[in-house]
């Protein structure tokens, strides 16, 4: 995995931070497997439903303002013009 991602030309945080004129490193392995354990947790934790946390489903919006209609709403005559 490292060698493609010296073929490709990639380069580490730390190696982009210091600009153009700095000495050139290698990405050492350590940060190289840092990275992806990182990049393989989060993806695993956003594609796999069992490890989602649980959100409270809050009412649906007509439910909620149908209730509030019911409730405030009183019938009233309205005068018919002949």
Do not use: Q
Not at 47 to 57: E, G, S
Not at 59 to 67: G, L
């Amino acid at each position: 995995m490292l060698r493609l991602f010296r073929s490709l030309k990639l380069e580490s945080g730390c190696r982009r931070a210091h600009g153009v004129g700095s000495m050139r490193r290698p990405m050492s392995t350590s940060v190289f497997t840092k990275a992806t354990f990182e990049a393989i947790s989060k993806t695993y934790g956003y594609l796999t439903p069992d490890l989602w946390r649980d959100v409270p489903l809050s009412r649906a919006p007509y439910a909620e303002f149908s209730d509030h209609l019911l409730r405030n709403h009183h019938a009233k005559a309205v005068p018919v013009d002949e």
